[in-house]
């Protein structure tokens, strides 16, 4: 019985994933946390088109993160390996603007650039607990990758853990 | 008779002188008979001699010779006076385009052959060379008479500081050496200074496409070590730690390399020198025309002014305490060397390359300044007062697409038992693809600097608290990078993040001038403004504290609320950061980027290379 409400949970969690439209619960602690997070950063722009969070990518943080086997699955079955989707928020969110990727090169002045491209977040340990991919571009040879965990605190995320996975 | 033999003092000298006399013509004649039986080996055959897979211009300059040799037999002498070519290391430039004159066609090659004495490990001359389509013209750069250059200069084109080291770069490519001492004055004249070490640091030989008088316009940019006590004003503070007793400068020359103008086509005799001619090379008149003629000889044979050395023992007195200091010098020690050799034979895999980017890496392996990018990882740790550790530092080179990134630096993975930092660096193929060289070079650069700061900081932070880091006494420069991740969030030391941004400051704090000096010596110096390399080395700096103090507004266009404005407001950088240089840098770097008219880096030909 707790394995399946634990399914019919992750299945909430990805439909409300794919910004359909949908006043969901899931989609709304998802708002929350892409707001919160998205806050913590000086970038204005934001990419609408997402960057995947790959099993690639977490390998990158097997070695500092014990996650339990019941995270660990959690995270898997959620995680999107190759396909990017689309952010859904009008004009602004968070105080961010979200563009495609051809407005973006549109918005800037090549080499220099400024914006974020996140993934979606992946809830797991019960959606008291998350994790995201960022991608902060800033021009030629400026960015960085970025994996962050996070923990809900009543209202609030905390930074759990952050791991710099690649630096340009 | 018996009694005579055994009795007789005359007797047994007469026997002793009969078996040394029998003795020694058995032994003289068994080395006639080996002397015979070895074929005499022919020096001017084997100075004609050539390796497999030559230039086919190192070839007709063979023939060439050859056929004159066969006239005139002058190469017996000439190799005891110059030594053996080495044609192997021929240097072979193709000339790019066709005078007004039409003398001087696309197809036509400049040379530049070492000559070495024999057994002797040290370029003793050179032979300069033209060969176009209906003949060949040459010069001789003749190492043993500096004195004769610096007395003729304007006739000759060159004088004797730019033939020596001329000769040191040659020296460099056949024997790897890089650091040489200064036996003669005479071969380092003209600086005003008695000049103890030399090294070059880059040289560009451009090939003359106007004339045949003109092999070689050549620049070439140098190291001088100047003892104290010798005149000059600047000597060593007491105490100061930089101070290795010698003063430090860096000058670069330009000349052209002649060619003989005597010949006609094809015309293997050539005019008789001009009286008093002693020999030499360069351009102009009385040169020697390298193929003497009667009772006419080029060189004396005496070794050059110079001589490969390695850097005397008080030159690193003070090496350990020199802290960011070593970012001012290319100079390393000999064990520093030699752990730099380790890793670029060792810790680098570049199998993820293709050839023409491999290129492009090797180069910086192989400058004759020497390995650029091993050096400036030695001198991240030396700064620190840290033992070199880039033998425990392995990094694999990629290219794939890699989207809007140029390049990526990730795998991150210290093994806290051995100390090994292993890490990947990845190209952007698309971009990689068409960028000049030099756009690829620095992003090189930067990503490796990158991959070594992160090895630092996983290998200082491994088994330590966050008290014990606080604790340490680290240089300076060191403290910005590492000591402002604790001092901004303590939580995060122990996880694996590495804020970009950190060292990107560090980057522009201390690291500009060096990374500037390196693309420089990449590209060979030849671009005349040598505040375009710094601009290229703030690639990717836009996001650090120097950068966002002079485009508060960045990157929003035009720049607004910029404070510094006028080019005396340098606020110790090396250039001061106005608006209008802002704008200069991005445009620098863009025009890299996409190899357009305005870039000053070469574009990928077809086929990918450079």
């Known amino acids: ?168 | 008779m018996r009694k005579f033999i055994s009795n007789s003092p005359l007797a047994t000298v007469i026997i002793i002188s009969l078996i040394t006399l029998i003795s020694s013509i058995l032994v003289n004649a068994c080395r006639k008979f080996d002397h015979q039986s070895k074929p005499k080996i022919d020096k001017a055959e084997r100075f004609l001699t050539l390796p497999p897979n030559v230039h086919p211009a190192v070839k007709r300059v063979v023939e060439k010779i050859r056929r004159v040799n066969q006239r005139t037999n002058f190469l017996n002498d000439f190799i005891s006076r110059q030594g053996f070519a080495r044609w192997d290391k021929a240097i072979v430039t193709g000339t790019k385009s066709v005078s007004i004159a039409g003398r001087v066609n696309a197809e036509d090659y400049c040379l530049l052959i070492p000559l070495v004495m024999e057994d002797q490990e040290q370029v003793h001359g050179a032979i300069g060379c033209k060969v176009t389509a209906d003949s060949v013209f040459f010069t001789l750069l003749d190492g043993s008479q500096p004195e004769s250059y610096n007395a003729d200069s304007t006739v000759k084109g060159l004088n004797g500081r730019e033939l020596s080291l001329t000769l040191m770069y040659l020296d460099s490519l056949v024997f790897g050496h890089n650091f040489f001492h200064i036996k003669d004055s005479a071969a380092f004249a003209g600086l005003g200074k008695n000049v103890k070490y030399a090294r070059p640091d880059s040289i560009s030989l451009i090939p003359s496409s106007t004339s045949r008088m003109v092999i070689y316009q050549v620049w070439i940019c140098y190291t001088v070590w100047v003892p104290p006590h010798h005149g000059q004003v600047v000597g060593c503070d007491p105490g100061d730690p930089n101070c290795n007793d010698y003063d430090e400068e860096v000058h670069c020359d330009y000349y052209e390399l002649g060619g003989d103008n005597g010949y006609e086509i094809d015309d293997d005799n050539p005019p008789p020198p001009s009286d008093g001619d002693s020999g030499g090379g360069g351009g102009g008149s009385d040169l020697c025309r390298f193929f003497p003629i009667d009772g006419h000889q080029c060189g004396s044979g005496n070794p050059p002014g110079w001589t490969p050395s390695y850097y005397p023992n008080n030159f690193f007195e003070n090496y350990a305490n020199q802290g960011y200091h070593h970012f001012e010098t290319w100079a390393l020690s000999s064990e520093d060397y030699e752990k730099i050799n380790n890793w670029r034979l060792n810790n680098i895999d570049t199998s993820g390359l293709d050839s023409c980017r491999q290129l492009i890496l090797n180069k910086l392996l192989n400058n004759v300044s020497g390995n650029l990018l091993g050096k400036i990882l030695t001198k991240i740790d030396r700064a620190n007062n840290d033992p070199n550790n880039i033998e425990k530092f392995n990094v694999k080179y990629h290219i794939k697409p890699l989207g809007l990134v140029v390049a990526e630096t990730d795998s991150f993975h210290y093994n806290s038992n051995t100390g090994v930092f292993s890490v990947s660096i990845t190209l952007d193929s698309v971009i990689a693809h068409t960028a000049t060289d030099i756009y690829v070079a620095g992003t090189i650069l930067h990503e490796t600097i990158h991959a070594y700061m992160a090895s630092l900081l996983y290998r200082i932070k491994n088994g330590v608290t966050v008290g014990q880091l606080q604790a340490m006494t680290y240089d300076s420069l060191f403290n910005e990078y590492v000591d402002t991740l604790v001092a901004t969030n303590e939580a995060l030391l122990n996880s694996a993040f590495i804020n970009s941004q950190y060292q990107h400051n560090y980057m522009a704090n201390k690291l500009l001038s060096i990374i500037a000096d390196a693309i420089g010596l990449f590209e060979g110096n030849t671009i005349s403004n040598t505040r375009y390399y710094w601009f290229l080395a703030w690639k990717g700096l836009y996001q650090t504290e120097p950068w966002k103090q002079h485009w508060p507004n960045y990157p929003a266009q035009p720049i607004s609320g910029a404070p510094y404005t006028t080019d005396d407001s340098t606020r110790g950088l090396k250039y001061a950061l106005t608006p209008s240089r802002l704008d200069s840098i991005l445009s620098s770097i863009y025009n890299e980027r996409v190899a357009n008219a305005s870039a000053y880096g070469h574009p990928p030909a077809p086929g990918g290379c450079y």
């Open chain 1, 1 to 168: 019985m707790k394995l399946f409400l634990q399914a019919i949970s992750i299945s909430v969690f990805v439909t409300g994933l794919n910004c359909n439209g949908q006043k969901t619960q899931s989609k709304t602690a998802e708002y929350n946390f892409l707001e919160s997070v998205l806050r913590s950063h000086e970038e204005k722009i934001v990419c609408s088109k997402t960057v995947p969070l790959t099993m690639n990518l977490l390998e990158n943080i097997s070695e500092e993160v014990n996650l339990s086997a019941r995270d660990s699955v959690d995270i898997q079955k959620q995680i999107n390996y190759n396909n990017s989707s689309i952010f859904n928020f009008k004009k602004s969110f968070a105080g961010k603007t979200f563009l495609d990727d051809s407005a973006i090169i549109k918005n800037f002045r090549p080499p220099a650039y400024r914006y974020l491209k996140i993934s979606k977040p992946i809830f797991f340990n019960g959606g008291s607990k998350a994790i995201i991919f960022i991608e902060e571009h800033c021009g030629d040879l400026c960015g960085s990758g970025v994996i962050e965990i996070y923990r809900k605190d009543q209202q609030s995320y905390m930074l759990l853990f952050r791991k710099t996975v690649w630096i340009s």
